[in-house]
């Protein structure tokens, strides 16, 4: 079975924190994604990376970054935390194929206060 | 344009009823376009998928209809379940840039028993 692992479930941080949001893969993909979930909002991109050390804007960058220097691993980095960027955040990754199916992590629901 | 536009925004039919899903697009060159079904506490999964040279698609009780020349898909699940009650999500990608995924804003989708 494919598996998505988000490090946390639920994460409380106060304003100003930089915060990590890790994520790993098992399957060897070469894609790596972090999007963001608000409702009404469907699923926003935030970066995503196509190989280790290789990284792209997406949508909504502005307050993030991110980081690959594993293949199985991708990190999200917020580097000073404000509250309205409490939201869940989800991890996926897949191949670089032609219609390639995304998988995705469970989530992490992060809370700044 | 990038957008994809999903709707209703929520839905709530009997057991057995036929709820549909609409989604429009924009980017023509768009080459794949999945459905993702999300359960409270999951992330998203990977429910059905069509690519645009095909009109329709069926797996199990899940339909997809594609229309190319309005831009527009939609998703039809047939004998409804309380169990399909979740949250579904149209997307669209192009492997060109890196299969990123673009979400539509989801539909809350209630089964009544």
């Known amino acids: 079975d494919v598996k998505v692992t988000q490090s946390s479930r639920y994460l409380v941080k106060r304003t100003g924190e930089k915060v990590f949001l890790e994520c790993v893969q098992d399957?060897?993909?070469?894609?790596m994604f972090w999007y963001r979930q608000d409702p009404g909002l469907g699923l926003r991109l935030i970066y995503f990376s196509y190989d280790v050390k290789m990284k792209e804007k997406g949508d909504i960058p502005e307050g993030y970054s991110v980081s690959r220097e594993k293949k199985e691993r991708f990190s999200l980095i917020l580097e000073s935390a404000s509250t309205n960027q409490t939201s869940m955040y989800l991890c996926?990754?897949?191949?670089?194929?032609?219609?390639?199916?995304?998988?995705f992590g469970q989530g992490t629901r992060l809370t700044v206060v | 344009q990038q957008q994809v536009k999903q709707s209703p925004q929520s839905l709530i039919v009997q057991k057995g009823g036929i709820p549909i899903i609409n989604c429009a697009y924009e980017n023509t060159a768009f080459d794949y376009f999945p459905w993702y079904q999300q359960f409270p506490g999951k992330g998203p999964a990977l429910l059905i998928a069509?690519?645009?040279?095909?009109s329709e698609k069926k797996e199990g009780r899940f339909t997809i209809s594609f229309n190319k020349s309005a831009k527009q898909f939609s998703l039809h699940i047939m004998d409804s379940q309380p169990g399909d009650s979740a949250t579904y999500f149209c997307a669209a990608s192009l492997m060109e840039y890196g299969n990123k995924l673009v979400f539509g804003a989801g539909t809350i989708l209630r089964v009544k028993s």
């Open positions: 996926a990754s897949s191949f670089n194929d032609l219609n390639t199916e995304a998988f």
């Open positions: 069509i690519r645009p040279d095909v």
């Open positions: 399957m060897d993909h070469e894609n």
